[in-house]
Structures are given as C-alpha cells and as structure tokens.
Nanobody, 120 residues
Framework: QVQLVESGGGLVQPGGSLRLSCVAS????????MHWYRQAPGNQRELVAT???????NYADSVKGRFTISRDNAKNTVYLQMNSLKPEDTAVYYC??????????????WGQGTQVTVSS
C-alpha cells in the first residue's frame, strides 16, 4: 500500500516561514514528478509547484520567489519551503506524485493534506 504523508503545516504570522514535507512509503519502484497543490475554502485546487526527478522546478506565479520545492530521492521525500507567507497562502496543502510500484506501472497518488494558516 503506497502512501503519501504530509507534515509541517500550522499557524504562522504574515511574513513568516513554514517547511512542508511529504514522505512516500510502501512498495515503491520509482517516483517521477512530485507536486504541491493547495485548496482554499471555496476555491478550486491549484498547482503550486512541481519538481522532476532530475530536479527541474516550476512554480505558480503567485508563489515565485517566495516558495522553493526540493526533493530527496533517497528518502522518497519532497519539501516545500514557504517564505514571506501571506494571508492568501492560507489553504490545505496537498502532496501529489507519480509513483511506480512495478517496472511497468505508473499511478498518481495524493496525500491527505496539511493545513497552513497565515494570520496575525
């Protein structure tokens, strides 16, 4: 059973920082692209950042220059360093990844989400 488990969310003041982590566990043959999404109340889920297995990254315009996505392939972990946080960053943050459990399969998996609240 493959699982993605996020951690690191919480309450932070505007201008503060948080670091989210997402660990993939289970019978994993390989991991392709990994992503962070977020969903605020009443809004659609939006893509925040993507990282390829080789380390290439892409960001939503709203977080460029403030957020940094990284990964540790040896630990099956992806991170999201969030700096200069704003109230509009408040959302549930979800980890998403393309995982292989055998050499010939590839499936997309979601974590359960972690709440990030930016408020004074």
């Amino acid at each position: 059973q493959v699982q993605l488990v996020e951690s690191g969310g919480g309450l932070v003041q505007p201008g503060g920082s948080l670091r989210l982590s997402c660990v993939a566990s289970g019978k994993i043959f390989g991991i392709g692209q990994m992503h962070w999404y977020r969903q605020a109340p009443g809004n659609q889920r939006e893509l925040v950042a993507t990282i390829t297995r080789g380390g290439g990254t892409n960001y939503a315009d709203s977080v460029k220059g403030r957020f940094t996505i990284s990964r540790d392939n040896a630990k099956n972990t992806v991170y999201l360093q969030m700096n200069s946080l704003k109230p509009e960053d408040t959302a549930v943050y979800y980890c998403n990844a393309d995982l292989s459990t055998t050499p010939s399969t590839l499936q997309n998996y979601w974590g359960q989400g972690t709440q990030v609240t930016v408020s004074s």
